[in-house]
């Protein structure tokens, strides 16, 4: 099935840094998204990419869906305290059978140094 | 709305022993979804229903494990018999829609770490 690899595994970082992550799969996806999650907690929508090329914002964090419609980057200004946590990609796709299917990364664990 | 509520919170088990995790869907959500999460594979769809009804059980491991969804309100992720590999995370999510997106994303409880020994 299709794979999704999310790089990297892990981040340290001290607050205040850029972050950067970004997810690359095997074949096409019609939609690309990104999660958080909080520990203990489900993972939360972030941020949803609807076309190739397309760029978007949330706040402090920048999403953009690749051109090839194959890979997906998340970028997060000026770090926090409170982003601690697992982001996720996540691809979307239209099965054979005309259902939507979504596939996850792997994660990305970001911790933040004092 | 108190989002999906998913029981118990921690299970833990000895090998051979039948699992029951539950889920309360939000109100309204016609898609409810089942997914697990370990850190060798991340997280992975089990199944999914519509309305009720299972549309995609591709993702069970094996026939130790079952899902119903009784109705609209109710759905129950069954393992049995229970073996050390099944220890895990597991999620219990759903959206109005089956198309994910900003208008319908997909909600997740909190889930449930079971533990098999």
């Known amino acids: 099935g299709q794979q999704l690899n999310q790089s990297p595994q892990s981040m340290f970082i001290q607050e205040g840094e850029d972050v950067s992550m970004n997810c690359t799969s095997s074949?096409?996806?019609?939609?690309w998204l990104w999660y958080k999650q909080d520990p203990g907690e489900g993972p939360v929508l972030l941020i949803a990419l609807y076309k190739a090329g397309e760029l978007t914002s949330n706040g402090r964090l920048t999403a953009q869906f690749g051109i090839t419609r194959k890979d997906s980057f998340l970028n997060i200004s000026a770090s926090i305290p409170s982003d601690v946590g697992i982001y996720f990609c996540?691809?979307?796709?239209?099965?054979?059978?005309?259902?939507?299917?979504?596939?996850f990364g792997t994660g990305t664990r970001l911790t933040i140094i004092p | 709305d108190a989002g999906v509520i998913q029981s118990p919170r921690h299970e833990v088990t000895e090998m051979g022993q039948e699992v029951t995790l539950r889920c309360k869907p939000i109100?309204?959500?016609?898609?409810l979804f089942w997914y697990r999460q370990t850190m060798m594979r991340g997280l992975e769809l089990l199944i999914y229903?519509?309305?009720?009804?299972?549309?995609?059980d591709s993702g069970m491991p094996e026939d130790r494990f079952s899902a119903k969804m009784p109705n609209a309100s109710f759905s129950t992720l069954k393992i049995q018999p229970s073996e050390p590999r099944d220890s895990a995370v597991y999620f219990c999510?759903?959206?109005?829609?089956?198309?994910?997106?900003?208008?319908?994303?997909?909600?997740f409880g909190n889930g449930t770490r079971l533990t098999v020994t």
């Open positions: 996540a691809g979307q796709e239209t099965t054979n059978f005309g259902n939507e299917k979504l596939t």
């Open positions: 999510a759903s959206s109005p829609t089956g198309l994910h997106s900003y208008n319908s994303p997909l909600h």
């Open positions: 229903f519509n309305n009720n009804v299972p549309i995609d």
């Open positions: 109100s309204g959500h016609d898609y």
């Open positions: 074949s096409i996806f019609n939609t």
